[in-house]
């Protein structure tokens, strides 16, 4: 009191403090008015006006909007009242003003309290809104809690009663979480052995084979034709006891865990028991295929949907009834093939006794040819449905194989470069890539690249080039085998060339593309493809030209080379001297007169400064750095080094006494 009343203007400029019931008695009304207006301005702008920390303020409404919840929840409110409250507290997070973790609370609460007819379309909302839980903003803060209220509705439904809702929770798991994400995948390869599937195990308390008898106690007669076809079941042909039903179901067990199948009693059970069930399968075949899509049609026309099962039934009155089902038969087999899938595959977590004899490998692999013939007996669609399953059950492969691997990431991370990051060029200018001289050369970064890209200004008409053509005629690629088929040359038909398979093959590609008789028909038959060549060779030495009877010696093609030599060094002028390349005397010779104005000439050879500062530093003889310009000059610009280009460059460079004194020489 003392230092309030010394110091009465710091205790004006005092922040006021944050007071919890205050505030949350104001977010509370400020919560209802925001569900009347169906906005969050009223929130945003009580969560504005309230002094306190950020952190304080968004505590307080949090449990407001759970206040506000929970009293609706006691009034026995509409859903609807109670997904507005939830999509306020969306908005709000959205605005920044709650916790992300608040509508999740809020969804838990109610699903908690609620009965599950109500609990359906509470969900319903959950699963419509997958996108906004998957967003950076809900999914992090919020994934475990829905993964919690998820199982907790699991644990309340009845697997065989809500099998819809149950599988409609697992489909939005499915979407919301990715398929690396650990807590949906059964890493370890563990069975779900808590289901079991229960039946009559007391033979004193079956009934089966006394149908018949009470039938016939009875006396009940009926006439023929007093029922009528559609009314009628169709009798089993398989006499089924006790027997036969005991070991029927009792096969779910090795379903249900497939490791007693290594075991050498159970293994030895499991295979007597198989081999009755699926010799019933094999002699009771479904071929009613009629009735089948008559059923379906009925269904379709009463506007019914196929029911699914979750469990099986295992009432002894139904077995007869389920043997004629061809659903039914196809779950069985089906659970073969991924018992057998499982035995004969890779399994990381699988125990080292776990290995299959080759007495059992070798039975899997026959037993597995009869279910899949089985599949394809039974109607409708039999051999669809089988190619599917088989289709199915090769795609679980590579899922066995990426569990095997320990379930890496999908989404593959770019490497790190460890380069160091170098800085970036600027752009050049198209005049500066276009480079200089009357060439206009295109430069491509490399310098192999440049010289091959710059051997003609136009790639079009390179392609059209006389040098491009690398087809033989028809003159000079028959001409030996021509000489081989005159009489006069007497050469074996073994040595011939028609009679080389790969001489035949050029020859065929070659006469389509440039003769025609090879498309003309002809009414004459040939056995072999030397023959049908000896024939068109005939053809064409009456065709083509004969060859020039002028022999020339040796000497006088040597005489003729030497004149030519002559008379070409006297016709060339000195315009055709600039376009020669510079020997290696030359550039020498011109080194050594550069000296120090090889650094004056370099930028206009389009020599780089990273490149002159590199000659720099590798000798410091002023001469040799001339030489080393000149040479990387010339291996760069390949048939573009001419002396018309370097003298070029001497005048743009200012160095006319150089040129004049290179042009004497």
Same mark, same amino acid.
């Given at each position: 009191? !003392?230092?309030?009343?010394?110091?009465? +203007?710091?205790?004006?400029?005092?922040?006021?403090? #944050?007071? $919890? @019931? /205050?505030?949350?008695?104001?977010?509370?009304?400020?919560?209802?008015?925001?569900?009347?207006?169906?906005?969050?301005?009223?929130?945003?702008?009580?969560?504005?006006?309230?002094?306190?920390?950020?952190?304080?303020?968004?505590?307080?409404?949090?449990?407001?909007?759970?206040?506000?919840?929970?009293?609706?929840?006691?009034?026995?409110?509409?859903?609807?009242?109670?997904?507005?409250?939830?999509?306020?507290?969306?908005?709000?997070?959205?605005?920044?003003?709650?916790?992300?973790?608040?509508?999740?609370?809020? !969804?838990?609460?109610?699903?908690?309290? +609620?009965?599950?007819?109500?609990?359906?379309?509470? #969900?319903? $909302? @959950? /699963?419509?809104?997958?996108?906004?839980?998957?967003?950076?903003?809900?999914?992090?803060?919020?994934?475990?809690?829905?993964?919690?209220?998820?199982?907790?509705?699991?644990?309340?439904?009845?697997?065989?009663?809500?099998?819809?809702?149950?599988?409609?929770?697992?489909?939005?798991?499915?979407?919301?979480?990715?398929?690396?994400?650990?807590?949906?995948?059964?890493?370890?390869?563990?069975?779900?052995?808590?289901?079991?599937?229960?039946?009559?195990?007391?033979?004193?308390?079956?009934?089966?084979?006394?149908?018949?008898?009470?039938?016939?106690?009875?006396?009940?007669?009926?006439?023929?034709?007093?029922?009528?076809?559609?009314?009628?079941?169709?009798?089993?042909?398989?006499?089924?006891?006790?027997?036969?039903?005991?070991?029927?179901?009792?096969?779910?067990?090795?379903?249900?865990?497939?490791?007693?199948?290594?075991?050498?009693?159970?293994?030895?059970?499991?295979?007597?028991?198989?081999?009755?069930?699926?010799?019933?399968?094999?002699?009771?075949?479904?071929?009613?295929?009629?009735?089948?899509?008559?059923?379906?049609?009925?269904?379709?026309?009463?506007?019914?949907?196929?029911?699914?099962?979750?469990?099986?039934?295992?009432?002894?009155?139904?077995?007869?009834?389920?043997?004629?089902?061809?659903?039914?038969?196809?779950?069985?087999?089906?659970?073969?093939?991924?018992?057998?899938?499982?035995?004969?595959?890779?399994?990381?977590?699988?125990?080292?006794?776990?290995i299959l004899t080759d007495e059992q490998s070798l039975w899997i692999e026959d037993t597995l040819k009869l279910v899949y013939q089985l599949l394809k007996e039974t109607p409708p669609d039999g051999d669809k449905f089988a190619k599917t399953i088989e289709h199915i059950l090769n795609t679980e492969e590579n899922w066995n194989t990426w569990k095997n691997e320990g379930c890496p990431s999908f989404v593959k991370e770019r490497p790190v470069d460890s380069k160091p990051l170098r800085t970036p060029r600027k752009r050049p200018a198209p005049e500066e890539f276009l480079g200089r001289g009357h060439h206009k050369k295109i430069l491509m970064g490399n310098e192999e690249l440049t010289r091959l890209w710059n051997l003609c200004p136009d790639n079009m008409e390179a392609c059209k080039l006389d040098g491009r053509e690398f087809m033989p005629s028809l003159e000079e690629f028959f001409e030996v085998a021509i000489e081989q088929a005159d009489p006069e040359s007497m050469v074996e038909n073994e040595y011939k060339v028609v009679n080389n398979s790969n001489y035949g093959w050029r020859a065929l590609r070659l006469l389509a593309r440039r003769s025609p008789h090879f498309f003309q028909p002809t009414n004459q038959q040939f056995k072999s493809l030397p023959e049908y060549l000896e024939n068109m060779v005939i053809k064409l030495a009456k065709e083509l030209p004969p060859p020039s009877e002028e022999i020339k010696t040796v000497e006088d093609d040597e005489d003729d080379e030497e004149n030519d030599a002559l008379l070409k060094e006297s016709n060339e002028s000195p315009e055709v001297n600039l376009h020669k390349h510079l020997t290696g005397e030359q550039i020498d010779s011109f080194a050594n007169r550069l000296g120090t104005h090889w650094r004056t000439l370099a930028p206009y050879l389009e020599m780089r400064e990273v490149d002159i500062r590199e000659i720099e530093s590798d000798v410091e003889d002023v001469k040799m750095r001339a030489k080393l310009l000149l040479v990387s000059w010339q291996d760069r610009e390949g048939q573009h080094a001419t002396l018309g280009e370097l003298l070029s460059s001497l005048n743009n460079a200012g160095l006319s006494e150089l040129t004049e004194s290179l042009g004497n020489d």
């Open positions: 009191e !003392l230092f309030v009343s010394q110091n009465p +203007l710091r205790c004006k400029m005092s922040p006021s403090m #944050f007071r $919890f @019931v /205050e505030a949350r008695e104001r977010f509370t009304n400020s919560t209802r008015d925001a569900l009347g207006s169906n906005s969050v301005k009223p929130l945003v702008t009580a969560f504005g006006q309230l002094p306190g920390s950020e952190t304080e303020k968004k505590t307080t409404l949090d449990q407001a909007i759970r206040g506000v919840l929970e009293e609706e929840i006691i009034e026995r409110a509409k859903c609807d009242d109670y997904l507005a409250i939830i999509s306020l507290s969306i908005s709000g997070v959205m605005e920044g003003i709650c916790s992300p973790s608040t509508p999740f609370l809020l !969804l838990g609460d109610v699903l908690d309290c +609620l009965p599950l007819d109500q609990c359906d379309r509470i #969900f319903t $909302f @959950v /699963e419509k809104n997958v996108t906004t839980w998957k967003s950076n903003t809900f999914y992090v803060a919020g994934k475990n809690y829905l993964l919690r209220m998820c199982n907790d509705l699991l644990r309340r439904l009845s697997k065989s009663q809500n099998t819809v809702f149950c599988g409609r929770i697992q489909l939005f798991l499915a979407r919301l979480f990715p398929l690396s994400e650990k807590s949906g995948l059964n890493l370890q390869s563990q069975f779900n052995l808590e289901n079991v599937t229960a039946y009559n195990t007391n033979e004193q308390e079956s009934t089966l084979g006394q149908k018949h008898l009470e039938d016939r106690d009875d006396g009940l007669e009926v006439e023929e034709g007093e029922m009528g076809e559609d009314d009628a079941h169709p009798t089993c042909s398989i006499p089924i006891d006790y027997n036969l039903y005991r070991k029927f179901w009792s096969l779910q067990d090795f379903f249900r865990n497939p490791i007693q199948c290594y075991e050498k009693v159970s293994w030895k059970t499991f295979l007597k028991h198989s081999e009755e069930v699926l010799t019933v399968f094999k002699s009771y075949k479904l071929d009613d295929t009629q009735a089948s899509k008559k059923k379906m049609e009925d269904a379709k026309k009463a506007g019914g949907e196929h029911v699914y099962f979750a469990k099986f039934l295992t009432s002894e009155k139904l077995m007869d009834l389920q043997l004629s089902d061809s659903n039914f038969r196809r779950h069985i087999l089906l659970q073969y093939l991924i018992l057998f899938q499982y035995l004969k595959g890779q399994v990381k977590f699988k125990s080292s006794n776990c």
